[in-house]
């Protein structure tokens, strides 16, 4: 599982949503998060936290928003070879094959769909952990 520590990205255009991931997350034990409204506020952290001590080392961000979406920043962050092997979860009420597939394809690393409740987002972390770390 993701160590405590474990600096983490909140993206979502609304405010509930991104207070019920963060207050999930700090029941999970994590404290060191930071949210961001859209994709463009989301790569902005993104790049300047890399620049410091304590880079993000995992995002979780909704699929769909305004402006560019979840799918946009998750190909964004793929793209870019500092970011690419950042562990990624898209939060979504998306059930669309299209976007399910594109995702895949963009190198989403898992899902947690809404509404979620504690155990199926602690499932998804696990599970996004031993993807990235298969040992």
């Known amino acids: 599982m ?57 995002i979780l961000s909704d699929l769909n928003m305004p402006g560019p979406t979840g799918l946009d920043f998750l190909k964004q962050v793929r793209e870019t070879d500092k970011f690419k092997e950042i562990p990624f979860l898209l939060v979504t009420t998306e059930s669309e094959k299209q976007s399910v597939i594109q995702a895949a394809m963009s190198g989403v690393t898992g899902y947690v769909v809404k509404p979620f409740n504690l155990e199926t987002l602690t499932r998804r972390l696990q599970e996004a952990w031993k993807k990235h770390h298969p040992d």
């Open 2 to 58: 993701f160590p405590k520590d474990t600096h983490i990205l909140v993206v979502d255009d609304s405010i509930n949503i991104r207070q019920i991931v963060c207050d999930n997350l700090r029941r999970m034990g994590f404290m060191k998060m930071e949210t961001a409204a859209d994709a463009n506020e989301a790569f902005g952290k993104l790049v300047h936290y890399s620049k410091t001590t304590t880079p993000f080392t995992l």
